[in-house]
């Protein structure tokens, strides 16, 4: 019971996370950025690699980005949405999976739910790198930081983290 008390209290915070986390693009017209292509391929969050070798110079996600502010914010807080909403899942596949006592489900969970911590922190300092404003550039390589000292857990998510985050975003991105 306990334990459901804590997922439900983190689900929540999560779900806020990216509620607070979208754009102010009111009309919700604005197409997003294409998704980040460079370096090793990376999945999207929650998504599967299919493929470890690096890709061949700056994918067209890159170009888009590279250097606007503006772009990488909207991105990054999609990213951000996105993925709350992805471990808020991810955690109530963990208490199920624990839930059944069953070894297999157990392990599967934990490498789903690792890997989509780990893609998010993958994201974040990919994006950083395409920064060219200096704040924006280490807020979210920091970020990037945060996510990732987290091993891949997502029960490590709690809500002082979330709230954290968002604000370091919002911050460098002019809205805070």
């Known amino acids: ?13 999560l779900l806020l996370l990216g ?24 999945p999207a969050v929650g998504g599967a690699t299919t493929s470890s070798a690096p890709a061949a110079g700056p994918g067209p996600g890159d ?7 503006d772009a990488i914010c909207q991105q990054a807080a999609k990213t951000g949405a996105d ?19 069953d070894a297999d489900q157990v392990a ?17 300092t990919d994006m ?22 987290l091993r891949g857990d997502v029960l490590k998510m709690d809500a002082a983290l979330l709230t954290k985050l968002r604000g370091t975003l919002d911050k460098a991105c002019g809205k805070g």
């Open 1 to 13: 019971m306990r334990r459901l008390l804590c997922a439900t209290a983190v689900s929540g915070a």
């Open 19 to 42: 509620a607070g986390c979208s754009s102010d693009d009111q009309a919700g017209t604005t197409a997003a950025p294409a998704p980040l292509a460079s370096g090793a391929s990376a």
């Open 63 to 69: 170009v888009a980005l590279a250097g606007n502010s």
């Open 83 to 101: 993925a709350a909403g992805t471990f808020a899942e991810d955690l109530k596949l963990r208490i199920d999976a624990e839930s059944a006592q």
């Open 108 to 124: 599967k969970a934990k490498a789903k739910t690792t890997r989509d911590v780990e893609n998010y922190a993958y994201a974040l």
């Open 128 to 149: 950083s790198k395409l920064a060219s404003e200096p704040a924006l550039k280490a807020a979210l390589a920091d970020m990037g930081k945060q996510v990732a000292t």
